[in-house]
């Protein structure tokens, strides 16, 4: 949009000019490379091209990542403000999206710990003064922006909190059980279940999602419990914010559903639970191609959120310290960055990283300053951002070795771009071969930059829980 304003501009300048007989060649010229010079630095703003689609989705999510930012944990102030001042670190890793935990004033009613949950919402139109201002938001969200960073935050549309405003004001926006008292979900007793049977929390909860694309130009949202939301009012609400920007909307459920009412990717929990079980040795690398093979009851232009861990399994399951441990976390992050259809996450601190839970109700700041998987991610993520057949809708051929049950291997290409992947997923060093001449060609490894003959057959070797990623050139 800025382009076509300042082309419109530069054309009444130039006629105007012309009227009063003043445009020379020399004029002319200065004209037209003030409008060019402009035009390029606007085309370097993250808003550019944010209205193209690949497959239906926002293009921008097509080779990007996400990183969920726990904003309470994130910094000893726990504020936008101090949250800011990580941003040129995130974007030197090659962070693209930032995906904000809810931002909203949390319930104080039947609070959990002292300090409460993000998903018990009391206001869904207003920041949580525990993080900042309206102006402190909206600055974080402008500077990310002019950093390329693109800004997606949690919406918590299932449940409110258990002092919502419309608990007194709208009661018949709450579900209820015999007695008429409104209820809450599972043994969440800090909030309390919405009804959507009702058109005017429809046109409530679409219209406060609205708020947040309209006043402070966010990019999108994740949306937590979200296959437990009727898709009646996904039909209604995605088309009309859609309307309003071209956003990224991720679901907190692997229900097949979710994509057909216009969810650009679902959680990838099949493929998380399937790694828990190889890393803790139950199941071996044969076992990851389940996870492929369940995703045939989704549409073909899917996106599968991977990860090694979030705020959830974090603080909950104790990911990925534990879940994964030491040398055993990398040769799956590798698989959540190159896997087709996928959209990697990482969780605040795992670049670090943090070998504990980070507490939910209470505060409990993580300590940044080692910052030890930096570089593998950094590596990972711009590959991925550089590479076309890294792009989630890449092709994918999955590839057989002579060590299937240890060793788990694949393609992925695009045009002429094409990527070799290979993990060990067991703790012993191993020698393979992978019979397959479309492997065949010149590469090097993105990780030690060491060049590669690779032939059909060849013998190729990795560490225990090694991996390597293979661009040919």
């Known amino acids: 949009m800025i382009n076509v304003f300042v082309l419109h501009i530069s054309k009444l300048y130039i006629y105007r000019l012309k009227r009063l007989s003043l445009m020379k060649p020399n004029a002319l010229l200065l004209v037209l490379l003030v409008v060019f010079f402009i035009s390029c630095k606007t085309s370097n703003s993250s808003e550019t091209n944010d209205v193209a689609k690949t497959d239906g989705h926002p293009a921008w999510i097509m080779q990007g990542n996400i990183y969920e930012v726990n904003i309470r944990q994130y910094t000893p102030e726990g504020t936008f403000n101090a949250f800011s001042d990580h941003l040129q670190r995130l974007k030197d890793m090659g962070v693209q999206t930032l995906w904000f935990m809810p931002i909203n004033p949390i319930s104080v009613k039947d609070r959990k710990g002292v300090m409460g949950s993000y998903y018990a919402v009391a206001d869904y139109t207003s920041v949580n003064p525990e993080f900042g201002t309206l102006e402190d938001w909206k600055n974080l969200v402008n500077k990310a922006h002019t ?21 007194t004001t709208n009661t018949d926006f709450y579900e209820k059980d015999s007695t008429g008292k409104p209820i809450s979900p599972f043994d969440w007793t800090d909030v309390r279940k919405l009804n959507y049977k009702n058109p005017a929390l429809v046109d409530s909860m679409t219209a406060a999602m609205k708020y947040w694309i309209t006043e402070t130009n966010i990019d999108g949202y994740r949306v937590d419990v979200a296959g437990d939301v009727p898709r009646e009012f996904y039909a209604h609400a995605i088309p009309e914010l859609k309307k309003l920007k071209n956003i990224f909307l991720l679901a907190e459920a692997e229900k097949p559903w979710l994509h057909e009412v216009g969810f650009d990717a679902t959680y990838g929990w099949n493929y998380f639970q399937m790694s828990k079980k190889v890393a803790a040795g139950q199941r071996n690398a044969l076992a990851l191609d ?70 939910f109700f209470y505060k ?26 890294l792009a989630a809708n890449a092709g994918f051929t999955k590839l057989n070795s002579n060590m299937d049950q240890n060793i788990y291997a694949f393609l992925r290409y695009n045009g002429n771009s094409k990527v070799l992947v290979v993990a060990n997923f067991s703790d012993k060093a191993q020698t393979f071969s992978i019979g397959n001449a479309s492997i065949a060609g010149k590469a090097v490894n993105i990780f030690d930059k060491a060049d590669m003959n690779i032939a059909s057959g060849t013998n190729m070797q990795l560490p225990a829980w090694g991996y390597a990623v293979y661009e040919y050139k």
Do not use: C
């Open 364 to 389: 409990n700041p993580i300590k940044f300053g080692k910052y030890e998987r930096a570089g593998f991610y950094k590596t990972l993520l711009e590959a991925r951002k550089r590479i076309p057949a």
């Open 290 to 359: 389940s996870t492929l093979n369940a995703d045939s009851l989704y549409p073909n232009n899917k996106l599968k959120l991977l990860f090694t861990s979030n705020h959830d399994e974090n603080s909950w399951n104790k990911a990925d310290y534990q879940t994964m441990p030491g040398p055993l976390h990398a040769p799956f992050a590798v698989l959540t960055q190159t896997l087709p259809k996928a959209i990697p996450l990482i969780y605040s601190g795992q670049e670090e990283p943090v070998r504990d839970s980070i507490s």
């Open 147 to 167: 950093m390329g960073f693109k800004v997606i935050i949690d919406w918590v549309p299932n449940h409110s909190g258990a002092d919502h405003r419309w608990l």
